[in-house]
């Protein structure tokens, strides 16, 4: 197999083992064509979980000689996994994913923004309390803080305006600047592009200290084929599972430093509107969803994953509440609390407490809004401890970067 083909499916491994499917089809077909032979197939559908066997079959084609390549799409696409076969057609080169890079992302060193958030009055870290240590709490001190990527997605065909998304925007661009963080800040993604700066945000993390990486999304959505996930509309109509995103975000091994990756999802997981135990007739408000339409159930959960914290606007099946002028009810109350506690205060517990504020507002068109938020591996108190650094900066200093490498 040649190099740029081995390179390509390493590249891509994550997001390969996620789309492919049938395997033991696969198997079977490259058998036939002897492309691999029975020890091999034996060694692949070893009980070692299912994405392990998809892991074992990309990596154990690399070195089935100068025709594996093309065997390889051609079963792909005689079993049924298209998708996978366009992922390893459309290669693009390693140089023209760096110059993608570059146009990606603004690599400007930021000022700190904390006058949007409170600062612990007694400059005191909350990760170093010890009553905080017993449970565990991770430790966020770098400078930055970490990389913060928010996908506003505002514009999608066919559909209307999502009047207010930019006020969430500028509302989260303070907030996470003041948190401490690099923000990355992008609109209207399709599909395609949607993907690519989600690989391009992982390998600006991999080369930079931080203590946590924050990915914020918004736009319609839709119920999934679980309930767990949710669909996500990118600009040119087509569909990204949440699920597919945090799984970029999971080490394809053991990683030396393990540090926690927050989501933040702002999007319908349904049309259901929840009107509460009595509903008021009255005069119809402005109040906007996030919608579309679809059905949902079950998925699986296991050890690979680490140090994930997820929040969803709303609850599986149900519509996220926008206003055209303040935003979305979750951006809002979210931005509110977290500035106003974040000094002194754990997430969970402020997550909570946004739930809180949420279920103060209320629409007689369309109901309230019930947040949902989980972890995976999350087992630790987490601290964004504002302002406050290992290296003892002044919190009003130009925010450094370090080029010592981390894990994702």
Known sequence: ?????????????????????NLNAIV?????????????????????????????????????????????????????????????????TRKEKEEQLDKTFDKMILKHDDSYVKI?????????????????????????????????????????????????MENLKKLFKGLGYIVHPKEDLSEKEFKSVIKEFINICHTEKASSIVVFIMSHGEAAKNSRSAN????????????????????????????????????????????????????????????????STGSINNRRYKDIFIAFATVPGHTAKRDPIDGSWFVQKLCE??????????????????????????STQYGYQTLEWSSRGFN??????????DDNSDHDSSITTSTNPTDV
């Open 28 to 92: 079977d077909n490259l058998l036939e064509k002897t492309v691999i032979n029975e020890w091999m197939k034996d060694y692949i559908l070893e009980d070692d979980g299912e994405s392990d066997n998809k892991t074992k079959l990309y990596e154990l084609i690399q070195g089935r000689g100068p025709r594996a390549f093309t065997a390889l799409c051609k079963v792909l696409e005689e079993t049924g996994n298209l998708e996978a076969r366009d992922i390893l057609t459309s290669y693009q």
């Open 232 to 295: 996500i509309i990118t600009a040119d109509g087509n569909k990204i599972n949440t699920d597919w995103i945090i799984d970029q975000f999971v080490p394809k091994k053991k990683p030396t430093i393990s540090i926690p990756k927050l989501f933040f999802i702002q999007a319908c997981r349904g049309e259901i509107s929840d009107f509460g135990w009595k509903y008021c007739d009255g005069e119809k408000n402005v109040v906007q969803t996030d919608s579309t339409t679809i059905s």
């Open 120 to 168: 612990h009055p007694e400059r005191k870290r909350m990760d170093n309390y010890e009553e905080n240590l017993n449970p565990g709490v991770y430790t966020m001190g770098s400078n930055p803080k970490g990389h913060a990527l928010i996908l506003n997605i505002n514009n999608i065909k066919d559909r209307d305006e999502r009047k207010g998304s930019k006020v969430d």
């Open 1 to 21: 197999m040649e190099q740029y083909h081995r390179q390509l499916i390493n590249d891509c491994m994550s997001e390969l083992v996620y789309v492919t499917s």
């Open 380 to 389: 630790k108190l987490f601290y964004f401890n504002p302002g406050l650094y």
């Open 337 to 362: 609390v977290i500035r106003t506690n974040a000094y002194n205060k754990d997430l969970a517990s402020m997550i909570a407490m946004v739930d809180t504020e949420v279920e103060k507002l209320s």
